[in-house]
């Protein structure tokens, strides 16, 4: 696939109002993303969990436009019905880089309607599950345009699409795992668009349990676009994408062989080096938060006093996501409970598990 690929010959059909609903979940990176070059190519492949439970829902609805000839957008945002002026430059930048590969953007009016299933204010990126919900209502409308679409060349495109939003965008289309950026092992692995990984999987990691630890509520402390552009010129950064490709190659083989000792070992350095890039940058930022540390030296006394296989990963903030084989649930709920949530924002965390991916509510 190539990105010409995906732009569309001229629509033969027509569409003049409808409306389209899919449900797109968040996914939590094991090898992360962290450093991108230009139209969203990752410096680094990537493998994630898809989740379950986080997701966004949103409803697309069209109006055919009176003035064809117009060349600016018109859309209006509404999450849990309100209104949200803010939300337009976010949206006016992703519909400038995708128009290119669905020239009928302009023609439409566009009323977005969203809604997430985890607290707005909690810390969780909404843009995976956001960007990657739009992109999916957009290719339905699409595939109304162009009906001979096949199922493949749809996800492939949502995800190419949704990467224009933002980068782990793309992952969250398919579950339970996804990777993005080329990877030698990783078949049909492009940095073009996330692609469900197909290779052997042990039984322990199926129905993988994902604890989300609220640590710190509120806005973003560095943006994703700030935040990547820390890698260019970073000191460690050449050595920081090569150990990427060599996690991801690790992860393979401890997928197939169910070496869970190995995943806890790839999953949880991957975390650390995140936040170990940050803080050697220039500007250097620190986002994890003292609880942050007292959290993941608890679960380290946990595993080592009980021999559970309880490990942590981070995302680009305080929060912790809490991972476990579903074996060991009952345990490290009480753990959680019992230990952990002391050390939440008002004993806030959401309970997820791996998830299959996207799905559309009209259908
Ligand atoms: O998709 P973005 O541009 O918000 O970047 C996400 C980066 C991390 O969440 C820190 C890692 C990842 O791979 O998801």
Not at 156 to 168: I, N, P, V
Request: proline share 4%; hydrophobic share 40%.
């Amino acid at each position: 696939m190539t990105v010409a690929s995906f732009i569309p010959s001229p629509y033969k059909s027509k569409l003049e109002t409808g409306s389209f609903t899919w449900q797109s979940p968040s996914n939590i990176a094991l090898v992360k993303y962290w450093g991108k070059l230009e139209h969203q190519i990752p410096a680094n492949p990537s493998i994630s969990f898809t989740l379950n439970n986080c997701h966004t829902k949103t409803t697309l609805s069209y109006t055919k436009r009176a003035n064809n000839s117009t060349d600016t957008f018109s859309f209006e945002v509404y999450l849990d019905g309100e209104l949200k002026l803010d939300f337009a430059p976010k949206i006016e930048t992703f519909f400038k880089r995708i128009e290119k590969y669905l020239p009928f953007l302009t023609d439409y009016h566009f009323k977005i309607e969203t809604h997430n299933s985890f607290p707005h204010s909690s810390g969780i990126a909404s843009s995976a599950s956001g960007m990657s919900a739009i992109a999916l209502c957009l290719m339905s409308m699409e595939k109304q345009l162009v009906p001979e679409t096949t199922t493949t060349f749809f996800t492939e495109k949502a995800s190419f699409l949704a990467r224009l939003g933002s980068g782990s965008a793309c992952r969250s289309i398919e579950g339970p795992l996804v990777g993005w950026g080329a990877h030698q092992q990783i078949t049909n692995s492009t940095d073009l668009f996330g692609v469900k990984y197909d290779g052997d999987v042990a039984n322990v990691f199926n129905n993988y349990q994902d604890t989300i630890l609220l640590v710190d509520v509120g806005e973003k402390k560095v943006s994703s676009t700030v935040g990547h552009s820390l890698m260019e010129g970073h000191p460690f950064a050449e050595r920081r994408f090569e150990q990427a490709h060599k996690n991801i190659s690790k992860l393979i083989e401890i997928f197939k062989m169910g070496n869970i000792k190995g995943f806890i070992e790839v999953v949880e350095s991957e975390a650390l080096t995140l936040h170990a890039m940050m803080m050697t940058s220039i500007p250097y930022f620190i986002l994890m938060k003292p609880n942050t540390l007292a959290i993941i030296d608890k679960i380290w006394e946990f595993r080592k006093a009980t021999g559970s296989n309880v490990c942590f990963t981070l995302d680009a903030g305080a929060n912790v996501h809490v991972l476990y084989p579903e074996s060991e649930k009952e345990e490290v709920l009480k753990f959680i409970k019992n230990e952990l949530v002391a050390y939440c924002k008002n004993e806030q965390y959401i309970c997820d598990q791996i998830g299959f991916g996207a799905y559309s509510i009209d259908s």
